[in-house]
């Protein structure tokens, strides 16, 4: 019943998935009024034993450094007349893609001064830390790599980087981020080939990259403790990720303020803010 490797990417990217009820365990803390969470024993025991760990990170982790995550609070993203769901889906490409890419580069603006948090800092120092540890994220933002994390699994890819459209080479944009605007080339042209280029992004209406999810989804099937942060659990593929390790006997925990899709699939459920929950975990 649980998800496998095989069905993974059955689906294109950014399908709404809601989740069937599965029976759990799962069990919540509440925050409290000094917002100190209170975790299980056995459960810190649990993390501080793991040798092999696999993490998936979303949006909420950014949004404890200012990322705007352009979703949710009721109100629908608009950018020059445009849903953020239509300029930042696939379609667009074809249709204006000097369009998507200003859209692009007002979003990597927003980034320039936003820094990693005590999530993004807990989570690299688990990296040198743990045997074996694997960490994915929905996020674009390069937040983790900023934060010392090494081979960060990109799952929806990254913003600080642009694509050939023909052959599929990248080019960094950090160092263009120091030109100013007139000096932009928008597309930029490949180097090896000429083409236009395109944010190495994962739009709406796309597949991942298969050689990425493979990596994450084996990654994810051979670790002891899975942990599901700051995602609220309805974006496919990604979201199969913390069912396959489930279904592969690791023991899942979600770090999220709110219950979300994946609170059933997981063992253990703790409420917060990754930032204040993460550095109180013994590793
Ligand atoms: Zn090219």
């Known amino acids: 019943m649980w998800r496998s490797r095989a069905n993974l990417q059955s689906r294109p990217c950014l399908t709404l998935y809601y989740n069937a009820l599965l029976p759990s ?10 917002e100190k969470v ?25 949004a404890e450094s200012g990322v ?5 609070g009721g109100g629908a993203t608009v950018w020059k007349g445009m ?27 927003l980034l320039r001064n936003l820094k990693p948090n005590p999530a993004h800092t807990t989570l690299a120092r688990w990296g040198r830390k743990y045997e074996r540890f694997t960490l ?14 090494e081979n960060v699994l990109e799952l929806h890819g990254t913003i ?11 080019k960094s944009l950090r160092r263009e981020e120091r030109a100013d605007d007139s000096r932009r080339e928008r597309p930029p042209l490949c180097e090896v080939c000429g083409e236009a280029m395109r944010p190495d992004v994962v739009l709406f209406g796309e597949m991942l990259s298969d050689k990425v999810l493979e990596r994450a989804a084996e990654a994810a099937e051979g670790c002891d403790i899975c942990f599901v942060i700051g995602t609220s659990g309805v974006v496919y593929p990604a979201a199969g990720l913390a ?5 592969a006997g690791a023991f899942v925990i979600e770090i999220n303020p709110e219950r979300t899709a994946l609170s059933d699939v997981c063992d253990e459920t703790i409420q917060g803010r990754a930032g204040e929950i993460l550095p109180q975990l013994r590793v």
């Open 136 to 149: 994915a994220t929905q996020n674009i933002d390069g937040l983790h790599a900023a934060a010392g994390s």
């Open 68 to 72: 705007p995550t352009f979703r949710g």
């Open 38 to 62: 209170a975790i299980k024993e056995s459960t810190l025991e649990r993390v501080h034993r793991a040798r092999s760990v696999f993490v998936l990170t979303g949006a909420g982790v950014s």
């Open 243 to 247: 069912e396959i390790a489930k279904g």
């Open 160 to 170: 600080w980087k642009a694509r050939c459209l023909r052959c599929d080479a990248r």
């Open 25 to 34: 365990a799962t069990i919540c803390f509440a925050l409290s009024t000094v």
């Open 83 to 109: 849903p953020f769901e239509v300029i930042s889906s696939a379609a667009m490409i074809e249709r204006d893609l000097v369009a998507v890419w200003e859209w692009f580069d007002y979003r990597r603006e």
